[in-house]
Structures are given as C-alpha cells and as structure tokens.
C-alpha cells in the first residue's frame, strides 16, 4: 500500500482566522510581494490585512494587477515585482486567479527561467520561497493544491505547472472573506469546488504498487480522499444555492469555505478529471468562466461513466441528502444526475454547450485536444479515446443524455464516512 494526502504545512480554518495573516508572514520572511487584484484591494478587509502586514514586515511590495486566468504577461510583470524589493515570501489574497499567478511567481523566483519551462508534471525541481495563500472564494482550492493553471497565448488550451512543491506553505480559510463574493462569482467557484468533490470520489483507482508520490502529482482516489471528498459533496450541497441567494448567509459561507478546502485535500492527491479536461480548450476558445465550463459538463461526464461509477453516483445520492431510501443503485445514480441537473440550473449554469457559444464542428478537435491533458483525463472513469470525448461534448452540446443501463460494478470498496 502506498497513499499520500498532500496540502500546506500549516492549514487554518474557521471565522476571523485572518487575523493571523501579518504574523504568519513576518515569521516566513521579512520583504513581501502581496499579490491581489484591484477589486479586492479595494475591500476594507483586504485594505486592512495589507495595512497590517506592513506594519508588520520590513519591505512590502503589492502587485494588484492580477487578470482572470493568469496569462503569462501577468507573471512577467508579478516577477519583475517581485525582484524589485528581494522578495522572500509572497502573500497571496485572492481567488484561484491570484493564488495560481502567485504559486509560478514564487517557482521563478527560487528556480528562474519561464513559466514554459514548468508546463506539464513534476518539472519544479524544489521547493519554492514561501507562500501565504489566503482565498476570497470558495472554489477552486489552489491555497491546498499542487497545481497552478496559467494562459499562454501561444496555445489553445489552457496549460497546467503541476508539482508537489507549488502546494502553498500556509492556507489560511476564513468565511469572512468570502461575504463579499458576488453571486455569479459564487456560483462559479462554488461548483467548480463540487466538481472536484465528484471528480475526485468518482476518479479511476490506479493499482497498489511501488510509485514516487513526488514525481507523479496525482496518484488516483484513496479512502482518505474519499472520506474528504464526501464530507466536501454534503456541505457544498446543502449550501451552495443558500450562499448564491443570500451571500449573507453566514452558515453557508461557512459550509462552502470548508467544503471547498475538503474538496481541495481530495483533488490534491486523487486528480480532476474529464470535465476539467474538456473544459481547457472550451474555456480557453470561449473566454468563459472556468466554474461554469467544468460544472456544464460534469453531468454529461457522470453520465458517460455510468457502468463503472453508478454504486458511488449512489453514495453520493445519499451524502446530498437525496430521498433513495429504497432505491436501487441504478435508481439513486438517476437521481442524483436529475438533482444536478436541477442545481445547476438553480445556480444559473448553461445547460448546454451551445448556449455559451460553442460550434459543434469544433467537438471533435476538442476532444482531441483534451484527450492530450493526460493528468487529468487518465482519471476519468469512463473511455477516454477521442470518440467517446467528442460522445461526451455531443451530449453537452444538444443537452440530451443517453442513460445507460448500469452493470454490476467490480469497484465495491466502501469509503470512510
């Protein structure tokens, strides 16, 4: 048996934990680079952890340019930053954007080179200078990931830096940050943070045997991250319309930056999949939010995977707090798809690929291009040649969903609850 969880080496959760943001930096390094974004620089809790850091640090330096999706000209700019002022730690306070812009900083800064020079698995060759990663969103989980997404404009797709040595030093999760999140923003992040619970309990398992949990970043699902990708599923599901509707609603706050860093420990080691895939040359050719593209098409996803996956698509059933009591899997696996169904529309969601402007011609070269992202599609539990993608894209296009009839799975191990 070989299992591995990865996440920060201090991770702290929990209302008006930010409080501990300016010792926890002072104590990783005395010249800061703070990177954020002009909108939440802006906010009086942002404005005042920054005020609190330099009284706090000997040099601070605040990049606040940060643009949706990372491209590379942002982390030209954010390095030369960071050299200005000897930069040995960096404080990140924002959403996946800021926190991944962050992460490639902090590899050149110790390592040097270009972004391209990481673009793939396990090309960092070492840790990095410390990094503070505070969320303003309860989603994408990069303040507990090994991961950083960027955007080349030299590429179709989104291209992924992914290596246990980005994982932040410190998370530090506090809801109160969060209650200022637009409702489209918490829609967003909010089922992108679902789609790694569901990705991550439903990925391929890979065989026990002698593997580097270093230089292979995702290794497949475990029972832990089974067990922090069901307690992730349950808070988010009973929450993430409540936080959409009212984002005073503190409780919901609550549910979704806990479930959103549950889901962040699972993916860490178990890995995204095909909606994740499928998403890096949708989202990259339609300029969409990365939330609404993996939550459009993780139902068609599921869906494809129905014969291998219907047994947990029934677990999850019941975690989500579904009425199948005396439903069989099968029975509790359409259940759960038509409750989604139903959530993502609440949230407003696409229901179709269509609806956000996708050609059909270009399906099949979809397909092909993220049938290339191999991190991530080895873990989907459905075929993953390029015909069954383009199945997949198909479905998500004209919005129907051909239900298979579920066979008896082989894969009956039980997850901790």
Not at 27 to 42: A, H, K, Y
Not at 99 to 109: C, E, H
Not at 153 to 163: A, H, M, N, Y
Not at 175 to 180: A, C, N, Q, V
Request: charged content about 20%; overall charge negative; glycine content about 8%.
């Amino acid at each position: 048996m070989l299992e591995t969880v990865r996440g920060p080496r201090q991770l702290i959760v929990g209302e008006g934990v930010a409080q501990n943001i300016p010792r926890v930096v002072a104590e990783s390094g005395s010249r800061v680079l703070i990177v954020t974004d002009q909108v939440l620089l802006g906010q009086p809790g942002v404005a005042a952890i920054v005020a609190a850091v330099r009284e706090k640090v000997t040099v601070v330096e605040v990049f606040s340019d940060a643009t949706p999706d990372v491209p590379l000209s942002d982390v030209a700019v954010a390095v030369s930053a960071a050299a200005e002022v000897d930069a040995d730690v960096i404080l990140a306070i924002g959403g996946g954007t800021v926190i991944d812009l962050a992460k490639i900083v902090g590899v050149i800064r110790r390592h040097g080179g270009t972004p391209r020079d990481y673009y793939g698995e396990s090309k960092v060759p070492g840790p990095t200078i410390p990094l503070v990663a505070v969320p303003t969103t309860s989603g994408t989980g990069s303040e507990l990931t090994p991961v950083s997404v960027l955007t080349d404009p030299d590429r179709e797709l989104k291209v992924g830096v992914s290596s246990v040595h980005i994982v932040p030093d410190f998370a530090i999760v506090d809801p109160e940050l969060t209650y200022t999140c637009p409702a489209t923003v918490t829609a967003h992040s909010g089922i992108d943070a679902f789609c790694h619970a569901v990705e991550s309990y439903t990925a391929r398992p890979r065989a026990h045997g002698p593997r580097d949990p270093v230089e292979q970043v995702f290794l497949g699902r475990n029972p832990i991250t089974d067990h922090y990708a069901l307690r992730a599923a349950e808070r988010i599901a009973r929450s993430l319309r409540r936080a959409v509707t009212d984002g005073g609603d503190t409780d919901a706050r609550a549910d979704m930056s806990y479930g959103s860093m549950l889901a962040g420990l699972a993916f860490s080691h178990a890995g995204n999949a095909a909606p994740h895939a499928l998403q890096y040359p949708i989202g990259a050719a339609t300029h969409t939010p990365h939330g609404l593209g993996v939550g459009l098409l993780l139902p068609y996803a599921l869906d494809a995977a129905r014969d291998a996956i219907g047994d947990r698509l029934a677990i999850l059933a019941r975690v989500c707090g579904l009425d199948v009591t005396d439903a069989s899997d099968a029975e509790a696996a359409d259940t759960f798809l038509s409750w989604l169904d139903g959530l993502l529309a609440d949230i407003g969601i696409p229901r179709t690929l269509a609806d956000i402007g996708v050609a059909r011609a270009d399906l099949p070269r979809f397909a092909e291009m993220a049938s290339g992202v191999t991190r991530l599609i080895q873990n989907h539990p459905g075929p993953t040649d390029t015909a069954s993608l383009t199945a997949i894209l198909e479905a998500a296009w004209t919005g129907d969903r051909t239900r298979h009839a579920l066979t008896p799975s082989r894969d009956r191990d039980r997850p901790f609850t």
